[in-house]
C-alpha cells in the first residue's frame, strides 16, 4: 500500500515549454503555434510577419551597404553619399521587386487584394521617411533632391500596389463570424498566372533601362532629355539620376525641371492606376453583389 502511495505521488518528468524566442515567432506569425491550431495558415503573421522582415530587410541593406565601403573612419564624404545612393537603389529593389514576389507567392486573402496593399504600403513607407530624410543631414543632398526621390519612389510604391490589387483579386465578402485571415478553400492557389504577373511588372521596370541601352548601341540617343527620361522611368536607375554628386552647381544632387517633370509624370501614372483599380474594383462588387441576389 505505501510502496502504491509512493508511486503515485512521485513527480514526473516536467516538460519545458517553448522559449520565449519561440513564443515571439509564435506571436508575430513567423513560425506554426505548437500546442494551437495555426490560424494564420494561409497568410502567415498578416501584418506583423511582413513588418518584421521589412524592418530585417532595412537594417541588413543598411549594414551591408556601409560595411562595404571599408573603414568607417577613412570614408570619404564622396564614398558615403555613393553608399547612399547604393541604400535607396535597394530599399526600391526591396519595394518593387521583392515585395510582389512576396504577394503573389501566397494565397489570396478572403478581402482581396486591395486590403493587403493598404497595410503593406503603410509598412513599406513610413520606415522609408526614416532613412531617406536625415540623408539631407548626413550626405548634404538639397532638400528638393530628396523630396523628388521620396516622391519618385512613394509613387512606385503605389504603382506596384495598384498591380497587386488587381493580381490579387477582389476577394469575397467575409461571413458572419468568419476571420479575415482564416483559410479561404475558394481562394486561387498560387500557379503559372501569378508568374506572368511577376514578369510584367519586371518588364515594366526594365523597360526604360533596356531602351536605353539599346539606343545608345544603334547610336539613336542622342537627345539629353530622353536620356534623361528613360534613365527617370525605372525605379533602379532613377535614384542614380537624380542623387548623383553634380559639383559644378556648388551642391551635391541637385535636381533640375527635368527630373521633377518626370517624378510628377510617374505620379500621375500611380494616380491613374489606381483609378483603374478602383473601377475594376466597383465593377466587381456590383457583380458580386447581383450574384448574392440572385442565390
Same mark, same amino acid.
Not at 519545458?16 to 509564435?26: A, D, N, T, Y
Not at 507567392?105 to 522609408?128: E, N, R, T, Y
Not at 523597360?207 to 533602379?236: F, N, Y
Not at 505620379?267 to 492606376?273: D, E, K, V, Y
Given at each position: 500500500?505505501?510502496?502504491?502511495?509512493?508511486?503515485?505521488?512521485?513527480p514526473?518528468?516536467?516538460?519545458?515549454g517553448p522559449?520565449?524566442?519561440?513564443?515571439?515567432?509564435?506571436?508575430?506569425?513567423?513560425?506554426?503555434?505548437?500546442?494551437?491550431?495555426?490560424?494564420?495558415?494561409?497568410r502567415?503573421?498578416?501584418?506583423?510577419?511582413?513588418?518584421?522582415?521589412?524592418?530585417?530587410?532595412?537594417?541588413?541593406s543598411?549594414l551591408?551597404?556601409?560595411?562595404a565601403?571599408g573603414d568607417?573612419?577613412?570614408?570619404?564624404?564622396?564614398?558615403?553619399?555613393?553608399?547612399?545612393r547604393? !541604400?535607396v537603389?535597394?530599399? &526600391?529593389?526591396g519595394i *518593387?521587386?521583392? $515585395?510582389? %514576389?512576396?504577394r503573389?507567392?501566397?494565397?489570396?486573402?478572403?478581402?482581396?487584394?486591395?486590403?493587403?496593399v493598404a497595410?503593406?504600403?503603410v509598412?513599406?513607407?513610413?520606415?522609408?521617411?526614416?532613412?531617406?530624410w536625415?540623408?539631407?543631414?548626413?550626405t548634404?543632398w538639397?532638400?528638393s533632391?530628396?523630396?523628388?526621390?521620396d516622391?519618385?519612389?512613394?509613387?512606385?510604391?503605389l504603382?506596384?500596389?495598384a498591380?497587386?490589387?488587381?493580381?490579387?483579386?477582389?476577394?469575397r465578402?467575409?461571413?458572419?463570424?468568419e476571420?479575415?485571415?482564416?483559410?479561404d478553400?475558394?481562394?486561387?492557389?498560387?500557379?503559372?498566372?501569378?508568374?506572368?504577373?511577376?514578369?510584367?511588372?519586371?518588364?515594366?521596370?526594365?523597360?526604360?533601362?533596356?531602351?536605353?541601352?539599346?539606343?545608345?548601341?544603334?547610336?539613336?540617343?542622342q537627345?539629353?532629355?530622353?536620356? !534623361?527620361?528613360l534613365?527617370? &522611368?525605372?525605379?533602379? *536607375?532613377?535614384? $542614380?539620376? %537624380?542623387?548623383?554628386?553634380?559639383?559644378?552647381?556648388?551642391?551635391?544632387a541637385v535636381?533640375?525641371?527635368?527630373?521633377w517633370?518626370?517624378?510628377?509624370?510617374?505620379?500621375?501614372?500611380?494616380a491613374?492606376?489606381?483609378?483603374l483599380?478602383?473601377?475594376?474594383?466597383g465593377?466587381?462588387?456590383?457583380?458580386?453583389?447581383?450574384?448574392?441576389?440572385?442565390?
Amino acid at each position: 500500500m505505501n510502496d502504491q502511495q509512493t508511486t503515485e505521488h512521485q513527480p514526473g518528468p516536467v516538460r519545458q515549454g517553448p522559449s520565449k524566442f519561440r513564443l515571439w515567432l509564435e506571436h508575430v506569425g513567423l513560425v506554426v503555434p505548437k500546442d494551437e491550431p495555426d490560424r494564420w495558415a494561409h497568410r502567415r503573421g498578416e501584418p506583423r510577419g511582413f513588418a518584421v522582415l521589412w524592418m530585417c530587410f532595412l537594417l541588413i541593406s543598411t549594414l551591408t551597404v556601409f560595411m562595404a565601403l571599408g573603414d568607417p573612419v577613412r570614408v570619404t564624404a564622396e564614398g558615403y553619399r555613393e553608399g547612399a545612393r547604393m !541604400l535607396v537603389t535597394v530599399i &526600391s529593389i526591396g519595394i *518593387t521587386v521583392m $515585395w510582389p %514576389m512576396i504577394r503573389l507567392s501566397q494565397v489570396s486573402p478572403v478581402g482581396g487584394g486591395m486590403v493587403v496593399v493598404a497595410k503593406d504600403l503603410v509598412i513599406l513607407l513610413v520606415p522609408l521617411q526614416a532613412v531617406l530624410w536625415p540623408q539631407v543631414v548626413i550626405t548634404g543632398w538639397t532638400v528638393s533632391a530628396v523630396a523628388a526621390s521620396d516622391v519618385l519612389l512613394i509613387s512606385w510604391a503605389l504603382i506596384v500596389g495598384a498591380f497587386l490589387s488587381i493580381a490579387l483579386g477582389r476577394g469575397r465578402r467575409a461571413k458572419l463570424g468568419e476571420q479575415k485571415l482564416d483559410p479561404d478553400r475558394k481562394a486561387p492557389r498560387p500557379g503559372l498566372s501569378r508568374t506572368y504577373w511577376m514578369i510584367a511588372l519586371i518588364v515594366a521596370i526594365l523597360l526604360g533601362p533596356t531602351l536605353l541601352i539599346w539606343l545608345q548601341s544603334i547610336g539613336r540617343a542622342q537627345s539629353e532629355d530622353v536620356r !534623361l527620361l528613360l534613365r527617370m &522611368s525605372s525605379p533602379l *536607375t532613377a535614384p $542614380w539620376e %537624380m542623387l548623383k554628386d553634380r559639383i559644378w552647381t556648388g551642391q551635391h544632387a541637385v535636381v533640375g525641371s527635368a527630373h521633377w517633370r518626370a517624378t510628377w509624370m510617374t505620379a500621375c501614372f500611380a494616380a491613374s492606376a489606381w483609378v483603374l483599380v478602383a473601377i475594376i474594383r466597383g465593377a466587381g462588387n456590383g457583380r458580386l453583389a447581383q450574384s448574392e441576389q440572385r442565390a
